[in-house]
């Protein structure tokens, strides 16, 4: 490890740690604003992103009917995922590989252990993936006594930090160059010294890193963008060439990919290959495309495994406005334009999936758990507009909030006012009440700090104070 004796560094805290461990929402998202540095490296980060993106989509006089389609497609899928994993499955071992089905994470992680075993290692490569860590596969595997190496970039950055990442696409968006240089000075056994915060020199210094894990590898864990039923092929998109040296070096190698990821045809990456790197990066075109189907002697690994993971998602087939989540190819727009994502940032949501599609797609999976997530937005609509996929977020969100525990107490109120309002006598006298009522708290022109139950509403809301006359008091006045 290298030291800097003249400018000694603050130790490394985890920021994921900073944030209440297991917190509902509010709770957590009320800390994470508390954070100034944070919402600058947030502000900064997105906003970059969605320039970028707004500037390439601009560029394509088809964008809509891009997206028509790609919902159409995803439509398609979920009608038919049974046929199609089982035609994925068909394919796929015809080509050599061997496909293994999880109904959940336990599942998954332990028949991923035992390949890993059978490979004659104990450590693991990783390309960056979303269902392992929906599943928590590096935490099996270190429980078990693996070791699973991240080699993203940014996902090495939140390893070395102990950390969790708080983006789907740029894990590390809360770290500034600064703190990444922090982070590998105090973390990577092999960070050279003297190394400055300039980009340059810490890519270089994680390209080293990595390449001294790729070439003793014997075994690699990735996810999957897509899984083509037609051909049993699967299809990892990435930006630094990674996660090629992890799917070709290595002699084993284990997918873990979401059933949902499935498409039927070949063809159909035609039109996900044009909106995933416009929607996620702001790129025309992703630097590195890999196509993989089965095995071939001489050439990438000997030994393909495939592990279909379900962990939820049919319960989420079933629920005919909710399966819209299912659509996701996790690009990441929709955390990029989320005014609540980026001033919390992804951790406080408190699941692998932040941001809006978190908010729909994380209380879907684990039912019963983060019913706080579909409030945790204020239904501007922009997700939906940037979703490549023409997922409606806003429609899921009431829907989940309507089935959610809160509702009982939502419907009470409105069904209250319901009464009151369908009866002109009794309105005009809680109307009178509430102008009497509300003195006490008036502050130029609303009510800022309302008691129980009131206090609910005013916790975060402003209340405009109640108007001195009603209509029906203005007309009358008028009429005399
Ligand atoms: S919901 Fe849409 S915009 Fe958000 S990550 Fe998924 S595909 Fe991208």
Redesign the pocket.
Known sequence: MSTDAETPRAPIVPAASLLPADAPFPKAAKVALGMPQLRANLAHATGTIRAKRARLVDELDDWERLRDTAAAIKADVQHRLPELAVEFERNATAAGATVHWARDAREANEIAARLVREAGTDEVVKVKSMATQEIELNEHFEAVGLKAFETDLAELIVQLAEDRPSH?LVPAIHYNRTEIRDIFDQRMSDAPAGLTDDPAALAEAARLHLRRRFLSAKAAVSGANFAVAETGSLVVVESEGNGRMCLTMPETLISVVGIEKLLPRFADLEVFMQLLPR??TGERMNPYTSVWTGSRDGDGPKDVHVILLDNGRTGVLADEVGRQ?L?????????NVCPVYERTGGHAYGHVYP???GAILAPQLEPGRHDDLPYASSLCGA?YE????K?D?PEVLVHLRQQGPHHAGERAVMGAAKAVMARPRLWRTALRAARFGSMPWRRKGFMRRLPWPGSKWTVSRDMPTPPKEDFRDWWKERRR
């Open positions: 789907i929607s996620s989540a659509s996701c190819i996790r690009c990441s727009a929709c955390l941001g809006p599609i997700c940037v979703c490549p996929v997922i977020i």
